[in-house]
Structure formats: structure tokens, C-alpha cells
T-cell receptor
């Protein structure tokens, strides 16, 4: 069964450093998403991406964040200058774009900013 | 504004007990979608069910059942004869219709279910 994959599973970085989190969505999916979950809290939407551009973003997704689909398979989230409060689990998700269909989530990348 | 409320933060039951997880949502849209996801201790998010706003039929899948009531804006989840493997955090989520395709998910805070042997 096709699945969303994410790398790395765990990333440790120092405050102020740039990080890139990588995702490979399911191949025939058209919509891509990033969510984050601070430890012990709820899952929060960051951004959605369709047709090579951002379709929606939350207040969390400020100028420090960017997304890109550099080729036909990868979908990346970049944090330019990490802060301690960026420490969280970051989930990538994708779906076909058909109304009402579930989003398939990757296993997540745990980002620790020290 | 869209909002999902899961009032139960933690529930603890003994194996074989039935348990109901509550979910109440708020939306101004007439077309929307509701979901339940399971997050086991390993951390991944596992899709359980989706419901659209036009389908109020309750659904049963094995030991799982869902009760969708638009009149009370609720989408409750019941596990019958709970098992230790059901121990997880369960999230209810809402998505509004967005340009004809599914928008982002708004999650509740989750209910942590502990099933003891």
C-alpha cells in the first residue's frame, strides 16, 4: 500500500540554524500539507500546497517557513532560523484533492532545537 | 470560526469495557467533513473514519462505531469491548469544503485513552 514517507525521523539542530524537512507524498496525490504537533498538544495545520503554490497557510507559517516541491516527488519544509519553540513533531500529509477524502499522514519528523 | 472540542482529556478503562470519546465541532459551512485519527504511542497518525456533513448515518466497523448528530454538532466515537491495543490518543478533526477539494484539518486537542488489562 502506498504511503507518505518523511526524512529524517529525528533532527537535532541548534537555535538559529536552518533545517529542511523532507517528505515524499503518495505519487498520484495532488494536495500536500504540513502540520506540527508540539509535544503533548494537538496537531496544528501549517500550510497546504497545490499546483506548485501555497493554497492556504496558518498564522504559525510566518516568514521563517517556506515550502517547496523541488522535483516530481519531494515536498520540503524549510525553517530558516530555528527557535526553541519550533521543537515539535512535523507531519507531512497528502491527498488526492477529491473533496472529502482523507489526508494520509507520514510518520513525522521530530525536530529538537537546542 | 472552525473549532473542534474534545472535552475528555484522558480516559482510563479496564479491558472489555465500552468507551465513548466525545467530539463537538463548530463550523459556519454547510458542507464539511469530520474525521477521527488514532495516534498510538509510536506517534504516527492513523486514519480511522471520515464523514461528510450530508451523511448522518452512523457507522460501525468491527468494535468501532461512530455517531454523527448534526443537531448537536457532535461526532462521537465508541469502542466496544476495549483492548489494550486501543490505548492511544484519539483526535477528532474537521475540514471545510475549500474550492471544491478538501481544506486543511482542524484538530481537537485529543483524548488519551488508556486501556488496562
Amino acid at each position: 500500500e502506498p504511503e507518505v514517507t518523511q526524512t529524517p525521523s529525528h533532527q537535532v539542530t541548534q537555535m538559529g540554524q536552518e533545517v529542511i524537512l523532507r517528505c515524499v507524498p503518495i505519487s498520484n496525490h495532488l494536495y500536500f500539507y504540513w502540520y506540527r504537533q508540539i509535544l503533548g498538544q494537538k496537531v496544528e495545520f501549517l500550510v497546504s500546497f497545490y499546483n506548485n503554490e501555497i493554497s492556504e497557510k496558518s498564522e504559525i507559517f510566518d516568514d521563517q517557513f517556506s515550502v517547496e516541491r523541488p522535483d516530481g516527488s519531494n515536498f520540503t519544509l524549510k525553517i530558516r532560523s530555528t527557535k526553541l519553540e519550533d521543537s515539535a513533531m512535523y507531519f507531512c500529509a497528502s491527498n488526492t484533492g477529491t473533496s472529502g477524502y482523507e489526508q494520509y499522514f507520514g510518520p513525522g519528523t521530530r525536530l529538537t532545537v537546542t | 470560526a472552525q473549532k473542534v472540542t474534545q472535552a475528555q482529556t484522558e480516559i482510563s478503562v479496564v479491558e472489555k469495557e465500552d468507551v465513548t470519546l466525545d467530539c463537538v465541532y463548530e463550523t459556519r459551512d454547510t458542507t464539511y467533513y469530520l474525521f477521527w485519527y488514532k495516534q498510538p504511542p509510536s506517534g504516527e497518525l492513523v486514519f480511522l473514519i471520515r464523514r461528510n456533513s450530508f451523511d448522518e448515518q452512523n457507522e460501525i466497523s468491527g468494535r468501532y462505531s461512530w455517531n454523527f448528530q448534526k443537531s448537536t454538532s457532535s461526532f462521537n466515537f465508541t469502542i466496544t469491548a476495549s483492548q489494550v491495543v486501543d490505548s492511544a490518543v484519539y483526535f477528532c478533526a474537521l475540514s471545510e469544503n475549500y474550492g471544491g477539494s478538501q481544506g486543511n484539518l482542524i484538530f481537537g486537542k485529543g483524548t488519551k485513552l488508556s486501556v488496562k488489562p
